[in-house]
């Protein structure tokens, strides 16, 4: 199982409302860290009352090597709002792929797992800047013949290739389009 989730950085002290429609699974608001569970320390989202940003990047798990990735490597400048995706599946075929260098979006008949895709509606933050990462619970074969729960972080890249990352530049209100996959 997969479990993704959506890191969105907005420039430090600023707030405002990031929306999301889908065809999938909408997008929970996380409060708390998945691994660490250090609660949310900072206000930053207009439209939702309560703790709902973090203002260091100490809720990531050590682990994760994004935390060199900019601007993940300048928390005292960032906020970041977290949201969890769901989990990603392989049941679906024929996926489409993101070429960060290139920008070409190629089709794979052949290739399994599971895209998702929504649109987010931005406005109050100078801009904002999203990543994702995996986190992954896989069945392991251990010693002695026995099954055991492993688990494990999987990078942006490993999760998401290629399309894990992008800024968009909101003066106004605007409209990104994320793809996820398996």
């Not at 993704?4 to 909408?26: A, H, K, N, R, Y």
């Not at 997008?27 to 998945?34: A, G, K, Q």
């Not at 679906?92 to 797992?113: F, R, V």
């Amino acid at each position: 199982i997969i479990q993704g989730t959506l890191l969105i950085t907005v420039p430090q002290g600023q707030s405002g409302t990031i929306s999301f429609s889908t065809i999938d699974e909408m997008p929970t608001l996380l409060t708390v860290s998945p691994e660490t569970l250090v609660k949310v320390d900072a206000d930053k989202l207009t439209h939702i009352t309560g703790l709902d940003g973090y203002t260091t990047t100490d809720f990531l798990p050590s682990t994760i090597p994004v935390l060199n990735h900019y601007p993940l490597n300048k928390p005292h400048q960032y906020d970041f709002i977290i949201f969890d995706l769901g989990n990603f599946t392989k049941e679906e075929a024929g996926l489409y792929d993101y070429n960060a260098e290139t920008g070409a979006i190629t089709y794979h008949p052949s290739a399994q797992g599971e895209q998702k895709e929504y649109t987010v509606t931005i406005s109050g933050f100078e801009y904002v800047h999203f990543d994702m990462y995996a986190y992954v619970e896989t069945v392991c074969r251990c010693r002695g013949g026995g099954n055991c729960k492993c688990k494990r972080w999987k990078t942006t890249w490993e999760g998401n290739p290629g399309s894990h990352d992008s800024t968009a530049v909101t003066p106004e209100p605007a409209t990104l389009v994320l793809l996820g996959r398996d």
